[in-house]
């Protein structure tokens, strides 16, 4: 069974930076895809980047420029890095996979993290 453990979160002043992290783990050879999704209070869970095996990276709009989304894919481990952070970054942060490869079979599933808070305060 796949898991997705993150770590990272926390408290941070505008302006700031947090790194995240987030490791599979299930007896994966691969995962096609790793990123990440965020969920504000009263809002609804929207992408914040998300990494192809094969290197290609897509990032929402309102972190371009300011957010790194890159992976490691011999650790199965994804790392978002949050520069120039701001009070609308707040919320709880959500790993998410998809595509995994266990056994030499395809499991065309999406998994997710418990889930880390990070606060900006302004």
């Known amino acids: 069974q796949v898991q997705l453990v993150e770590s990272g979160g926390g408290l941070v002043q505008a302006g700031g930076s947090l790194k995240l992290s987030c490791t599979a783990s299930g007896g994966i050879f691969s995962l096609n895809v790793m990123g990440w999704y965020r969920q504000a209070p009263g809002k609804e869970r929207e992408l914040v980047a998300i990494?192809?095996?094969?290197?290609?990276?897509n990032y929402a709009d309102s972190v371009k420029g300011r957010f790194t989304n890159y992976r490691d894919n011999a650790k199965n481990t994804v790392y978002l890095q949050m520069n120039s952070m701001k009070p609308d970054d707040t919320a709880v942060y959500l790993c998410?996979?998809?595509?995994?490869?266990?056994?030499?079979?395809?499991?065309?599933?999406?998994?997710w993290g418990q889930g880390t808070q990070v606060t900006v305060s302004s």
């Open positions: 998410h996979a998809n595509g995994a490869t266990i056994g030499g079979i395809f499991y065309n599933h999406h998994y």
């Open positions: 990494h192809t095996r094969i290197g290609t990276t």
